[in-house]
């Protein structure tokens, strides 16, 4: 068994790193986009690609918004993302990944995301030190906290009220994120629909929210908030040609949600609010972040994590603010702040 692991430049990363093993289909490509403000942190996707350039694409991606997200969330990390293609095995994937996360010698540390779950973090830790230890609750929680905080800065800008109660508010997924968060806007008096696979449907429904196919289905006359937190890319013409006179907001959890950049000036030409997807998803990285970098055991209601994670809110509004009053695209103005980080 060779594994192959070479470098490959690429403009505006510090390294893009290549590993390949034939025998068991391995294939994985890991970028670290910036390292200015520490380690690049950032997780490991482990997905089904049509190829390598889609792989290479997505985690090109991935890795710069990690920066972002990182810097913007004021962590002390840098950003970073992991693929693993899914023709091999998890389990036979432990191994090599750990061997190519030593090679990087901590200037990546892994963590979760699509596709990895707390069993495969162990299994890394088992060839690695590179990889955030998956004790206490998952980062999901974290996530839908820090969603939770974003739709209210959204709802605290647009009607000036500092809860949930009575907006109608549509979840696209219902994974470890998107259930919690249905579940922290339930609590709050929001009334709630969700899209998602059809064998998710009776879990949905017994846990007491409408189901619906698709957003078209949608029984609400107007959305106050849309929060897509299912793939990439939701954002699209389809959704827009949907969304006009109907669709307030949008925040949730889903990393690169906008189609192309376009889209997000068509959502400021529509009166459409967006909270970019790095400021409103940040809530995993900071606990992730925290327990690395303060405490390895420390929960999002231990007063540290949970000052960081209310941040969110507040510059939510901040930043929707600014849009408004100075008529710039609010992922520009979150992109200004996140590198006014890096300096």
Not at 123 to 134: I, K, L, Q, T, Y
Not at 226 to 249: H, Q, R, V
Not at 254 to 278: H, S
Request: glycine share 10%; net charge negative.
């Amino acid at each position: 068994m060779t594994l192959n692991i070479i470098d490959k430049p690429k403009d505006g990363f510090e390294r893009v790193v290549y590993a390949e093993e034939d025998k068991f289909n391995f294939y994985s490509v890991i970028a670290i986009h910036n390292t200015k403000r520490g380690p690049a942190l950032g997780g490991c996707r482990y997905f089904n690609y049509q190829d390598l350039n889609k792989q290479e694409e997505d985690v090109l991606k991935l890795a710069e918004a990690m920066t972002y997200k990182n810097s913007l969330a004021e962590l002390p990390f840098g950003g970073g993302k992991a693929t693993i293609h899914s023709k091999i095995n998890k389990k036979d994937a432990y191994s090599f990944f750990g061997e190519v996360l030593n090679k990087l010698n901590g200037t990546y540390i892994t963590a979760g995301d699509m596709g990895t779950v707390d069993e495969d973090l162990r299994g890394f830790r088992e060839f690695s030190d590179h990889v955030c230890n998956p004790i206490g609750s998952d980062s999901g929680l974290g996530t839908a906290l820090g969603v939770y905080y974003s739709m209210l800065g959204c709802v605290e800008f647009k009607f000036g009220q500092d809860s949930l109660v009575n907006k109608n508010i549509f979840i696209k997924g219902y994974g470890k994120t998107g259930s919690r968060i249905a579940s922290l806007c339930k609590k709050d008096g929001a009334n709630i629909e969700i899209s998602d696979l059809e064998h998710k449907k009776d879990l949905i429904e017994r846990d007491g929210y409408k189901f619906c196919s698709q957003l078209q289905d949608t029984s609400f006359e107007k959305i106050d908030i849309y929060s897509p937190c299912a793939g990439g890319g939701d954002l699209n013409t389809e959704f827009l040609n949907f969304a006009n006179n109907k669709i307030s907001m949008i925040t949730g959890s889903a990393n690169n949600q906008l189609d192309n950049i376009d889209i997000e000036k068509e959502l400021y030409n529509k009166g459409i609010l967006y909270c970019p997807d790095y400021c409103a998803n940040a809530g995993g990285v900071i606990i992730l972040g925290s327990r690395i970098s303060i405490k390895e055991d420390l929960e999002p209601d231990d007063k540290i994590v949970d000052d960081l994670l209310k941040k969110i809110k507040s510059r939510t509004k901040f930043i929707l603010e600014k849009s408004q009053k100075d008529f710039i695209l609010t992922s520009n103005i979150a992109s200004e702040m996140a590198l006014d980080g890096l300096k």
